[in-house]
């Protein structure tokens, strides 16, 4: 199976700045890899698929580069709505596992 | 539009037993993998199982293995958990969701065991 980590596990932004969240994944998954955002209470919302596709309605300050082992999530310049918690997740291999999430939030 | 509506949550008692349902539309469910995925209080994501479109292959969590089995009928567009021998770390929001990246989510169910 294949394990995803990430980093940090909390990131303390101030509004406006640029956050930069890595994941990454054990063996090689391509470009097989997504980006989830999470707030208290609802579900998961795809942010980022193929490791740099931007789902639909999602702001362009949201970007997604990487392949192989190494992916980042960056977020130009946060948003108040954009504190939340970060997930990844493979999709090349069953079991989909997902990263254990880095929390952004406000510093 | 492509909905996705799981129902069957609850309260059990530890050892109990619940059938969990997904009611898919808006898609061809049957040319779909499906997934189920499951959120425990204050926790991270964690996978649990996977079946394929034909319901041929499946796939179980270590956490979850010889206790849960994911189903499917085509004919009904729906998607189940069967869930046996519960634990209280088996307590979460259960979601069901299709393909390989999770583009749809529904609201989940509550699963919450506990005596």
């Known amino acids: 199976e294949i394990v995803m980590t990430q980093s940090p596990a909390t990131l303390s932004v101030s509004p406006g700045e640029r956050a930069t969240l890595s994941c990454r994944a054990s063996?090689?998954?391509?470009?097989?890899l997504a980006w989830y955002q999470q707030k208290p209470g609802q579900a998961p919302r795809l942010l980022i698929y193929?490791?740099?596709t931007r789902a639909t309605g999602i702001p362009a300050r949201f970007s997604g580069s990487g392949s192989g082992t190494e992916f980042t999530l960056t977020i130009s310049s946060l948003q108040s709505e954009d504190f939340a918690v970060y997930y990844c997740q493979q999709y090349n291999n069953w079991p989909f596992d997902f990263g254990p999430g880095t929390k952004v939030d406000i510093k | 539009e492509v909905q996705l509506v799981e129902s069957g949550g609850g309260l059990v008692q530890p050892g109990g037993s619940l059938r969990l349902s997904c009611s898919a539309s808006?898609?061809?469910?049957?040319?779909?993998?499906m997934h189920w995925v499951r959120q425990a209080p204050g926790k991270g994501l964690e996978y649990v199982s996977a079946i394929s479109s034909n319901g041929g292959s499946t796939y179980y969590a270590d956490s979850v293995k010889g206790r849960f089995t994911i189903s499917r009928d085509n004919s009904k567009n729906t998607l189940y958990l069967q869930m046996s021998s519960l634990r209280a770390e088996d307590t979460a929001v259960y979601y069901c969701?299709?393909?390989?990246?999770?583009?749809?989510w529904g609201q989940g169910t509550l699963v919450t065991v506990s005596s």
């Open positions: 969701v299709k393909a390989a990246y999770f583009q749809h």
């Open positions: 193929g490791a740099s």
């Open positions: 063996q090689s998954v391509s470009s097989n």
């Open positions: 808006g898609f061809t469910f049957s040319s779909y993998a």
